[in-house]
């Protein structure tokens, strides 16, 4: 395990978001804010043949989080939870992936809705969203399913009493 390993992002994501205080908690959450991923032109070719998708995974890079830890604290959560059972950011290595809304394709970049990163995240890979793999209606969410969890409006989930 101690064989090292990169990742070089494909792209960049243009984002209204520039303070983490105001991002959106998940993708679901801001399917009416939109944003665009610009691809490095080497990854160009790639863009062929999505257009024809609805909705599309983005991984990127949480590049701006805190340092990672074993035991953290989600979102509208009071417990700590161990970091693999939940979405935070703040991860051993901090890929995180957003379920887009594909708006449009160009030559050289993507529209989508559903703006959960900051402006200037790197983005890693795209990969198409498909109902017959991606989605388990009914499944059991964990600690997730009994949580108290408050609305998303306003949620100021970085400020210290979070």
């Given at each position: 395990?101690?064989?090292?390993?990169?990742?070089?992002?494909?792209?960049?994501?243009?984002?209204?978001?520039?303070?983490?205080?105001?991002?959106?908690?998940?993708?679901?959450?801001?399917?009416?804010?939109?944003?665009?991923?610009?691809?490095?032109?080497?990854?160009?070719?790639?863009?062929?043949?999505?257009?024809?998708?609805?909705?599309?995974?983005?991984?990127?890079?949480?590049?701006?989080?805190?340092?990672?830890?074993?035991?953290?604290?989600?979102?509208?959560?009071?417990?700590?939870?161990?970091?693999?059972?939940?979405?935070?950011?703040?991860?051993?290595?901090?890929?995180?992936?957003?379920?887009?809304?594909?708006?449009?394709?160009?030559?050289?970049?993507?529209?989508?809705?559903?703006?959960?990163?900051?402006?200037?995240?790197?983005?890693?890979?795209?990969?198409?969203?498909?109902?017959?793999?991606?989605?388990?209606?009914?499944?059991?969410?964990?600690?997730?399913?009994?949580?108290?969890?408050?609305?998303?409006i306003g949620d100021r989930r970085f400020e210290k009493?979070?």
């Amino acid at each position: 395990m101690s064989e090292g390993y990169s990742i070089q992002p494909i792209g960049v994501i243009q984002s209204p978001y520039r303070d983490p205080q105001d991002m959106p908690i998940q993708a679901c959450e801001a399917w009416n804010i939109s944003g665009t991923a610009i691809i490095a032109p080497e990854w160009r070719d790639g863009l062929r043949d999505l257009a024809g998708f609805d909705r599309v995974w983005l991984l990127w890079w949480a590049h701006r989080g805190r340092s990672p830890a074993a035991m953290v604290q989600p979102f509208r959560d009071t417990r700590s939870r161990g970091v693999f059972a939940t979405r935070v950011p703040v991860r051993p290595n901090p890929i995180a992936m957003s379920c887009v809304r594909l708006r449009s394709v160009a030559a050289d970049r993507i529209e989508f809705d559903g703006v959960d990163m900051l402006d200037g995240t790197p983005l890693i890979d795209i990969k198409p969203y498909v109902w017959t793999w991606d989605a388990h209606p009914g499944i059991r969410s964990g600690w997730y399913d009994e949580a108290n969890r408050p609305l998303a409006i306003g949620d100021r989930r970085f400020e210290k009493s979070a």
